[in-house]
């Protein structure tokens, strides 16, 4: 079984990579976004059918782990959870499923309203102890903290902003005014905005 890949991206093809280890081309699945002729440590999760065995790479365990984890939830297969893990980062998707946030689930292509929520429902449990670090008290946060992040997301979409546009800001905001309210984030969200145009 192969756990880890070293090597050169020698082709960049749709969602995967020829990936060039002494002198063996490995074909592989991968979300993550590299450069050609760049080497990269690629962690490896072999997924054996009865028509193929594929490979999936993915830069750090956390990826990799959270992708077995997809993959579990029924009508999720490695296609579906690689265009998910593409369309959103590692964070902000644990964010996501541990906020039931399906909306921005629901961004990532092939993935519908229901699918997202099934994942919310089948892997927050799971999610909750990893996604702590995200709210973790180290950040200055107390519990309950993250509460004000739907409803500051669903502010900023009725003034017209993409929640993939803005969910990152979004959430370092709540993480930095952990008391504050929608009222008192909003604005506070748009001076962000207008100061990253």
Known sequence: MIGKLQGIVDYIGDGF????????????????????????????????????????????????????????VSGVGPKVALAI??????????????????????????????????IIVELKNKIGGVSATLFAPDNGMTSGVGAALPDLLMALEALGYKRLDIIEMAQNLVTQNPTADVSKLVPLALKEISRGK
């Not at 979300?31 to 990269?40: D, Q």
């Not at 590692?90 to 997202?116: C, F, Q, R």
């Open 17 to 72: 990579i020829i990936l060039l280890t002494g002198g063996v081309g490995y074909k592989v699945f991968t979300p993550e976004y590299l450069t050609h002729k760049s080497t990269v440590e690629l962690w490896i999760e072999t997924v054996v059918r009865e028509d193929s065995i594929r490979l999936f790479g993915f830069t750090t365990l956390n990826a990799q782990n959270l992708f077995n984890m997809l993959t579990t």
């Open 85 to 118: 893990m593409g369309t959103i980062s590692t964070d902000m998707l644990m964010s996501a499923i541990a906020t039931g946030d399906a909306k921005t689930i629901a961004t990532a292509p092939g993935v519908g309203k229901k699918v997202a929520e099934k």
